[in-house]
């Protein structure tokens, strides 16, 4: 599969996550976005950021406490929770934030 | 999201009662999970892709896995097609596709075994539904093999014992041996040979999830709880699925093992080379595979020095570490003889409890109403303590000893009779979605029942593979994904700390 953007074709997986993860850019996470009828605001922002930056210093995606409580700090205590990031992102934050940030799909028993 | 596999279906509907559905031909005869990359095919000793010779192979994998297992050629020979696994399969409860009845999924390779291994099947196929092993056959165990999770409640109401678990991982076998592997399963035994657990997390980033994890519960209750990491001559080594440290539910369990070792005074550790419990080896019916990822939980207790091994809440890890360590990587000589080897997280809790070297405050979980849901590989395939049932008695004491209010679901859906979440033996992939809402209305209408009749809230379960299943599957039938949660998360919220005992 692929996702063209910009009139460029990038190579996705058979879930549409992005093969190369070096191939991505704002526009091809709000192309993404707009797949799945979702518009990205700040607040997803903050998230696909968050994510971005750690997957660069851990090379995985933050786990869930990880990421709520980073979450928690920028936007709000009441913001810091997972239902919150459901509200964000309805298909499952660790699988669709993932997604829109170019990363890998978490895999194991999650 | 754009997806290439069919996200929209009807979930089924929950009845007052369940039904045994009429049969639907080839109701799920499009539900098949991506096929494994060469790269993940390779990796585990598989060809790439499909090789030119398949059928060759594939019969010469039968006949040396006929030669390896006597159960397999036992299996092939005995079903008299008596129909009493016909409705206790999940699958076929929730698909009503004919080919998910458990007899009818066995036969698509009892069919082929037949034909180029048995006299009357070379003389006369057509007399004893003797089939060619062709393209169409292939598919269809590619498809149908993973229809089934392993859990083996067909085979508690086989009047021969037939297990249709060893033979579905005899199907994935041999289809890996000719190159089509399933994806899911193939990239995460890839990652723990690399990386050590299924996530691929590697030690810095485990040391740091860790570390957030420490000052959550000393935020929560104001006490220094250690989990610690690689720390050598720690007494336990504690193995689990790494879900437990990602994911939720699964992480509240993760602390309240933590809680459980502070206040039992016990040092432990993890490792960060086997961060891994649960073992795909075994989804796939391939030895050397189960082998090699066993062997990195010996290599790890051997390099700690701990005179424990412990295993956290994961169904099929307990499956592996007690029926078959043993045997891939024992013996367990350097291991302290007092303690069961391996030992299940409920085991050292429930003993502890015994002890009365645990005070809990039970009003804390007064909030939920509990039920639990045995999981398959646990309930069918292993024990806890040293009485026979002790997998059903222990997780329900630690329920009791930190809740005041359990209800059980109907008898026909627990214990050995209970049914697999619909995600096991390693079908909890997104592109089986479908499959897994399917297969999870048995245990839906058990849960109903008790939601109904008890205003259940909570479903308590101890394995990674229930857990993320039923969070994703509750809200396709009106539950919330949160209903579902660790029995060591309930520990943990009762246990009081601070004072020793």
């Not at chain 2, 209750?221 to 440290?245: H, I, N, Q, W």
């Amino acid at each position: 599969m692929s996702i063209e953007v910009n009139g460029n074709v990038f190579e996705t997986d058979e879930e549409g996550y992005l093969a190369t993860l070096s191939d991505w850019s704002p526009d091809i996470a709000a192309a993404m976005a707009n797949e799945d009828d979702c518009d990205l605001g700040d607040n997803h922002w903050e998230v696909i950021n968050f994510l971005r930056n750690y997957y660069e210093e851990y090379q995985i995606a933050p786990a869930v406490r990880v990421l709520t409580k980073a979450i928690g700090k920028k936007l709000g205590a009441d913001k810091g929770n997972s239902k919150y990031l459901y509200e964000l992102f309805p298909y499952g934050p660790a699988k669709q934030a993932c997604k829109y940030a170019g990363l890998p799909k978490p895999t194991g028993c999650v | 999201m754009a997806q290439a596999y069919k996200t929209e279906f009807d979930t089924p509907e929950i009845k007052e009662y369940p039904l045994i559905p009429h049969i639907r031909k080839g109701a799920m005869e499009h539900s098949k999970p991506f096929v494994a990359k060469a790269q993940h095919q390779e990796s585990l000793g598989f060809p790439g892709e499909l090789v030119d010779n398949w059928q060759q192979v594939a019969l010469a994998k039968m006949a040396e896995l006929l030669g390896k297992y006597r159960s397999i050629r036992v299996f092939l020979d005995t079903c008299v097609k008596c129909g009493a696994c016909t409705d206790k399969c999940h699958y076929y409860l929730g698909t009503a596709d004919p080919k998910n009845m458990p007899a009818a999924r066995q036969d698509l390779l009892r069919n082929v075994y037949r034909r180029y291994f048995t006299l009357a099947g070379k003389l006369f196929p057509k007399l004893v539904g003797a089939v060619e092993l062709t393209e169409e056959v292939l598919q269809d165990w590619y498809r149908y093999y993973h229809q089934c999770s392993e859990c083996r409640r067909c085979s508690v109401y086989c009047p021969f014992g037939i297990d249709t678990a060893e033979l579905t991982m005899a199907g994935r076998e041999i289809l890996a041996s000719v190159g089509v592997g399933q994806k899911y399963s193939n990239e995460i035994i890839t990652k723990v040979q690399k990386i050590g657990n299924n996530l691929g997390l590697p030690e810095p980033a485990l040391a740091n999830t860790l570390e957030n994890l420490e000052e959550e519960i000393k935020d929560d209750t104001g006490v220094d709880v250690r989990l610690p990491l690689d720390e050598k001559g720690a007494e336990v080594l504690l193995v689990t699925p790494s879900a437990d440290f990602f994911a939720e539910p699964h992480v509240d369990g993760l602390m309240g093992y933590a809680k459980v070792f502070h206040q039992a005074g016990i040092s432990w550790t993890l490792s960060s080379y086997a961060s891994e419990a649960a073992n795909f080896g075994i989804f796939i019916g391939n030895y050397d595979n189960m082998q090699k990822l066993a062997q990195r939980v010996r290599d790890a207790a051997l390099e700690l020095g701990v005179r424990r091994i412990i295993v956290g809440e994961c169904g099929h890890a307990w499956r592996v570490a007690y029926s078959f360590w043993n045997t891939l990587i024992g013996p367990f000589d350097f291991l302290d003889p007092d303690y069961p080897v391996p030992q299940h997280i409920c085991e050292f809790s429930y003993d502890l409890i015994q002890r009365n070297a645990l005070k809990f405050d039970k009003t804390a979980n007064d909030h939920r109403i509990l039920t639990f849901h045995d999981s398959c590989n646990v309930a069918r395939a292993s024990r806890m303590g040293n009485m026979p049932g002790g997998q059903f008695v222990i997780p329900r004491e630690i329920i009791r000893a930190s809740c005041n209010h359990f209800h059980d679901m109907s008898p026909e859906t627990i214990h050995e009779h209970t049914f697999c979440c619909g995600g096991g033996g390693g079908l909890l992939t997104d592109d089986l979605v479908e499959l897994r809402v399917k297969g999870a209305l048995p245990r839906m209408e058990a849960l109903q029942q008790v939601v109904d009749e008890f205003g259940v809230t909570h479903m308590a379960a101890i394995c990674a593979i229930c857990k993320s299943q039923f969070s994703k599957v509750f809200p396709y039938y009106g539950f919330d994904m949160d209903m579902v949660i660790s029995v060591h998360q309930l520990l943990g919220d009762a246990l009081v700390l601070g004072e020793t005992h």
